[in-house]
Each structure stands twice: as C-alpha cells, then as structure tokens.
C-alpha cells in the first residue's frame, strides 16, 4: 500500500460547481498535512495547510481525519483556474515530505 | 516570497553524456534541497535530499553513482546525470525549504526537462 493515496480523477466539472478530494495516508505517525497545486509542466505551489480542525481560505476548504487518516479539499463554485492537479502532502517522522500521485480537476465551461 | 530557480529549463542530448541541473536558493540559505523527477501525468518522486557540505541521501532505488548531487554552498545544489540513457528522460524537479517561512511550505524550481535522444 502506498503511504498517500489520492485518486487520480480527472474529475470533470462544470464551473460554479462544488468539488471534493480525498487523499489517505498509511502512516499514522504522520505530522503536517498539505495541498499543493500544480499546473500542467509547471513546478508544484502551496495552495494551503491543513490544521487538526479544519480550515478555509475563500473557496477552498481542507480538513484533517486522524482517526480515518485522511485529509479532504473542497472547492466551491469552482472557476476554470482551478483546473489543475492538486497533489496532498504529507510529513512524517524526520520531515521527509511525501506526495500523493495527484489529482486532476477539470473545470468546463 | 521564497525563490528557487532551476536552470536549464530544457535540455535535449545524446546518450551517454552527462547533463548537469543547478537549483539555487535566490533570496534565502538552503541546508536542505530536494531532487524529484516526474514522469507524465505521475507525482513526484523524491530521488535524494541534498545537504549543505555533505553526501546527499539516496531514496531506495536511485543509483547514487547515476545521478550525482553536489551541494557545495548554501544556495547551490547540482544533480549530474552521468552518462544518460534514453530512460533518463524526464523533468526533474528541485525544492528548498526556507525555515523563515510555515514550517511545510517548499520552494519548488521551475523544472528541468531532459530528452535524452
């Protein structure tokens, strides 16, 4: 089993519309929690942290599980920008940083 | 912000020479720089962590001797892809942590794609 598993989509959407990502990790020592987005043949960027009791930045929602060892985003009314793959990340024990495989969104006109 | 900038962008040569990548820390000291390499429509993955003035960790897998990292300063880290092959090819990317900032933010370089024909 991998350590972080997302799936990979794409996930299809038309614009306005809400969506959501899942990514689940193996390790439970697991410390910090994070979203990255990458544009196509681009270098990932931070798109936000995800703290213990959830959090929010405009659109974007991320939560944290720790019992179930997942983390979530959801993004409302969702814009042609977003698309793009949005990669969930994780630290474990000894800050190595450990990406998920990415999930790719889509948003049609 | 924090910048990290790869050069070069693109790179295509013949196998069997040896392509250097220089990932450097613009405005912030880097210990710690990472090298990934990803393959289309694939995540990345880790291939070492450079550090400052010592030999860098090798993720299981990576032939130490194939890809040659060098972190001679405190904003300079190179890979070396020594005598490339064909399955060489692909884009590889370096991150830095800059410590002044939240604690999980990297730095990611712009990328370097390599062809190697």
């Known amino acids: 089993r991998k350590e972080v598993e997302q799936d990979p989509g794409p996930f299809n959407v038309p614009e306005g519309a809400t969506v959501a990502f899942n990514c689940t990790y193996s390790n439970s020592a697991s410390q910090s929690f994070f979203w990255y987005r990458q544009d196509c043949r681009k270098e990932p960027k931070l798109l936000m942290s995800?703290?213990?009791s959830g959090n929010e930045d405009g659109r974007f929602t991320a939560q944290l599980n720790r019992a179930s060892q997942y983390i979530s985003l959801l993004i409302r009314d969702s814009k042609l920008s977003d698309s793009a793959t949005y990669l969930c990340v994780v630290i474990r024990y000894g800050q190595n940083f450990v990406f998920g495989p990415g999930t790719r969104l889509s948003v049609l006109p | 912000g924090a910048v990290v900038s790869q050069h070069p962008s693109r790179v295509i040569c013949k196998s069997g020479t040896s392509v250097k990548i220089e990932c450097r820390s613009l405005d912030f000291q880097a210990t710690t720089m990472f090298w990934y390499r990803q393959f289309p429509k694939k995540s990345l993955m880790l291939m070492a962590t450079s550090n400052e003035g010592s030999k860098a960790t090798y993720e299981q897998g990576v032939e130490k001797d194939k890809f040659l990292i060098n972190h001679a300063s405190l904003t300079l880290s190179t890979l070396t892809v020594t005598s490339a092959h064909p399955e060489d090819s692909s884009f590889y990317i370096c991150s830095a942590r800059d410590r002044r900032g939240p604690a999980g933010e990297l730095f990611f370089g712009e990328g370097s794609r390599l062809t190697v024909l």
């Open positions: 995800v703290y213990s």
